[in-house]
């Protein structure tokens, strides 16, 4: 029999939260990676947010793995690893500052083990590729792991486990997923991956399936602008179902869903063409515009 995949309930009072070192740590893990999750995260009362924070402190962990500078059998071994501590946590254990703030979490907010072993199913995946041109059905398995996995943990936290809160992060993952695609199409060709579908391609009249070939193809547009296609139409799921969940909850989502929808925006009107990396001013432009719609989704 396998280990339960949810934790028996406690009462408040009973459970034991992180020592302010830890959180310490799982906050610098956070702000150091310059997530517009941070913007997200930040608008919510104390105890979700910390939640959110070990959240993504993991996601964190196990993404660097499968994209580090080790060895695949060593990267399969570390995020194998991972998969124990998951256990461990759902078996009342902790180790470190990470699984120590998880473990409030997990049991205050009832977060679901299947769906942190599905992220580290989606990092194997990296591990184990590269990804290059999937077909658009292992693209959406792919998402679903890495990004929709995240959300339902997410949602939790928010207080909305409900089947629509469900329906929003299956939706609204894939969207950001996608819209990162769209974003780093560039930067992840020059380390032999390609998460451009073999779909789009086709349409697109793009014969090579080799990373580097692909991103200076002048039809590349085009495949990108397939995937945009796609990323619309998960958004606009999203903004649909968001529509049966309590505005106040899912105001972290809304956050996210505005600021990666302008991405894709900007993206449609440079013509589908890949946008320079932002640096200087457009860096100082992009982080205020994080921050206000932040400040308008979480205040008003």
């Known amino acids: 029999m396998g280990l339960a995949q949810t934790r028996s309930q406690t009462a408040p009072s009973e459970i034991s939260w992180p020592a302010q070192s830890d959180i310490k740590i799982v906050r610098s893990r956070v702000r150091a ?15 979700r947010r910390e939640a959110l924070f070990a959240i993504y402190a993991f996601c964190r962990e196990v993404d660097d793995i499968a994209d580090g500078d080790l060895t695949r059998d060593q990267k399969i071994a570390d995020l194998r690893s991972w998969r124990d501590k998951i256990d461990s946590i759902f078996e009342g254990c902790s180790m470190d500052a990470i699984t120590r703030a998880l473990n409030p979490a997990i049991t205050k907010y009832n977060l679901q083990k299947r769906d942190f072993l599905a992220v580290i199913d989606g990092m194997e995946m990296d591990a184990l590729g590269p990804i290059i041109a999937p077909s658009t059905a292992t693209l959406d398995q792919y998402c679903d792991l890495v990004a929709s996995a995240v959300g339902r943990l997410c949602i939790r936290a928010f207080g909305e486990p409900t089947e629509a809160g469900e329906q929003v992060a299956d939706h609204l993952g894939r969207a950001l997923q996608l819209t990162n695609i769209l974003r780093d199409v560039k930067e992840d060709a020059l380390t032999g991956r390609l998460y451009i579908p073999t779909e789009a391609l086709d349409f697109a009249g793009i014969e090579s399936r080799s990373p580097t070939t692909v991103i200076n193809d002048r039809r590349l547009p085009y495949a990108l602008e397939f995937v945009g296609k796609m990323a619309e139409k998960s958004f606009s799921g999203a903004q649909h179902t968001l529509a049966a969940c309590p505005k106040d909850t899912m105001r972290p989502a809304v956050i996210m869903m505005t600021v990666y929808r302008k991405h894709l925006e900007r993206m449609q009107k440079n013509g589908w063409k890949p946008l320079p990396v932002a640096k200087g001013f457009a860096r100082v432009r992009a982080n205020i515009e994080k921050f206000w719609i932040a400040v308008l989704h979480g205040l008003f």
């Open 33 to 47: 990676s310059g997530s517009s999750f941070y913007w997200a995260m930040r608008i919510l009362p104390r105890e």
